[in-house]
């Protein structure tokens, strides 16, 4: 017998053993590198943000001596939605994806009854002394009827964020303001205000992960009772911190509409792709429902997080009689407001874009 033939099997033996370490060593290498989506753990790469080429500027609604800021946005790319461990993470949050933004100017603050008033009662505003051909298409944008309630909701109104309006009154408005302006602005897509609102940031708010920080940033349930309104009321415009890229009130305050449509699984057909460039679900002629983002003067710190998100849906009309009802208010969400934002080469799909909602819409 040849005395090394015992060896073989010993050499195959340890050639197995081998193999199946290697094989071991590379499936722990690919279970870590998987999103959240797949073995329930953070992903949390650094987010890369581009040099900012743009300044920002303050714009003035023709006529008028109103004036609102816009802020510079840079373009770059995150991590879109929350990890699976983060605190109050709702499943609508994920899985997280990598999604690419581009530059574009943000509201400083979110849209006031000051500027807005000028659009939805156009008889109680000053007229241009040389309007232009813009302010003359602006005058026939077709107008929000009047409330069946006081429109404000008893919240205080100058300084104070616009509230109640309708997507549809919310884009309307933004088309009224293009006009004025002679500049396209629009509402933000959901991928472009959790950007903004995140600033860089990866944590569950733009100034980390504790909520008892939140406060200075943000007007929530826990600090929006006053003697006047003790079941809680919006606050003034920039009365808070900003974050890192100058805007106030992401958190707290007002909801704020996003242009998309909601679609709860939206996020796992876009982390299907390794990088989704500025992702958007367009707006139908579906009154509901769509995304709003940022929490509110009624919410808690949970809803307030960068990554939290909140569909619209016809309970947030119950409270208006009216048939048909009103496609510009609504009745039951004195929560809801808007900031606009503009973008620096607007992206082919949004060109041009318009609310689709007419009166026969559901």
């Given at each position: 017998?040849?005395?090394?033939?015992?060896?073989?099997?010993?050499?195959?033996?340890?050639?197995?053993?081998?193999?199946?370490?290697?094989?071991?060593?590379?499936?722990?290498?690919?279970?870590?590198?998987?999103?959240?989506?797949?073995?329930?753990?953070?992903?949390?790469?650094?987010?890369?943000?581009?040099?900012?080429?743009?300044?920002?500027?303050?714009?003035?609604?023709?006529?008028?001596?109103?004036?609102?800021?816009?802020?510079?946005?840079?373009?770059?790319?995150?991590?879109?939605?929350?990890?699976?461990?983060?605190?109050?993470?709702?499943?609508?949050?994920?899985?997280?994806h990598m999604v690419k933004v581009a530059p574009?100017?943000m509201g400083r603050c979110e849209v006031t009854?000051?500027?807005?008033?000028?659009?939805?009662?156009?008889?109680?505003?000053?007229?241009?002394?040389?309007?232009?051909?813009?302010?003359?298409?602006?005058?026939?944008?077709?107008?929000?009827?009047?409330?069946?309630?006081?429109?404000?909701?008893?919240?205080?109104?100058?300084?104070?964020?616009?509230?109640?309006?309708?997507?549809?009154?919310?884009?309307?408005?933004?088309?009224?303001?293009?006009?004025?302006?002679?500049?396209?602005?629009?509402?933000?897509?959901?991928?472009?205000?959790?950007?903004?609102?995140?600033?860089?940031?990866?944590?569950?708010?733009?100034?980390?992960?504790?909520?008892?920080?939140?406060?200075?940033?943000?007007?929530?349930?826990?600090?929006?009772?006053?003697?006047?309104?003790?079941?809680?009321?919006?606050?003034?415009?920039?009365?808070?911190?900003?974050?890192?890229?100058?805007?106030?009130?992401?958190?707290?305050?007002?909801?704020?509409?996003?242009?998309?449509?909601?679609?709860?699984?939206?996020?796992?057909?876009?982390?299907?792709?390794?990088?989704?460039?500025?992702?958007?679900?367009?707006?139908?002629?579906?009154?509901?429902?769509?995304?709003?983002?940022?929490?509110?003067?009624?919410?808690?710190?949970?809803?307030?997080?960068?990554?939290?998100?909140?569909?619209?849906?016809?309970?947030?009309?119950?409270?208006?009689?009216?048939?048909?009802?009103?496609?510009?208010?609504?009745?039951?969400?004195?929560?809801?407001?808007?900031?606009?934002?503009?973008?620096?080469?607007?992206?082919?799909?949004?060109?041009?874009?318009?609310?689709?909602?007419?009166?026969?819409?559901?």
């Amino acid at each position: 017998m040849n005395p090394t033939q015992p060896a073989a099997p010993c050499c195959s033996a340890r050639a197995f053993v081998s193999l199946f370490t290697l094989l071991a060593v590379a499936f722990v290498a690919l279970w870590i590198a998987l999103p959240d989506s797949a073995n329930g753990q953070a992903a949390d790469p650094k987010p890369h943000v581009d040099e900012l080429k743009i300044k920002g500027y303050t714009d003035t609604i023709s006529g008028t001596k109103v004036t609102f800021d816009m802020m510079p946005i840079p373009g770059g790319t995150f991590l879109m939605g929350s990890p699976a461990n983060e605190k109050d993470r709702n499943a609508d949050e994920g899985p997280q994806h990598m999604v690419k933004v581009a530059p574009f100017w943000m509201g400083r603050c979110e849209v006031t009854w000051d500027e807005f008033d000028i659009f939805w009662n156009p008889q109680d505003a000053p007229k241009p002394a040389n309007p232009t051909a813009g302010d003359k298409e602006a005058d026939a944008v077709t107008r929000p009827t009047p409330t069946y309630v006081d429109a404000d909701y008893g919240h205080d109104h100058a300084g104070h964020p616009v509230i109640c309006m309708s997507h549809h009154c919310a884009m309307e408005y933004c088309r009224w303001l293009s006009l004025k302006t002679g500049k396209t602005y629009r509402l933000p897509t959901e991928a472009e205000w959790e950007w903004a609102c995140r600033a860089g940031t990866t944590t569950a708010y733009h100034f980390g992960d504790d909520p008892a920080k939140l406060d200075d940033y943000a007007r929530t349930i826990a600090n929006s009772k006053t003697d006047e309104n003790p079941d809680g009321t919006t606050l003034k415009v920039g009365s808070k911190k900003p974050n890192q890229w100058g805007l106030h009130d992401m958190h707290g305050n007002v909801s704020e509409w996003c242009l998309d449509h909601y679609k709860k699984d939206a996020y796992a057909d876009f982390a299907k792709e390794k990088l989704t460039l500025s992702p958007v679900l367009l707006p139908s002629a579906d009154r509901f429902p769509h995304v709003a983002r940022g929490g509110s003067w009624a919410d808690k710190a949970a809803q307030c997080r960068s990554a939290s998100r909140r569909a619209s849906d016809k309970s947030w009309i119950m409270h208006d009689p009216q048939r048909p009802q009103s496609i510009w208010w609504l009745t039951k969400m004195d929560m809801i407001g808007f900031r606009v934002v503009r973008a620096v080469e607007e992206q082919e799909n949004l060109k041009g874009l318009r609310s689709k909602i007419t009166k026969e819409s559901k």
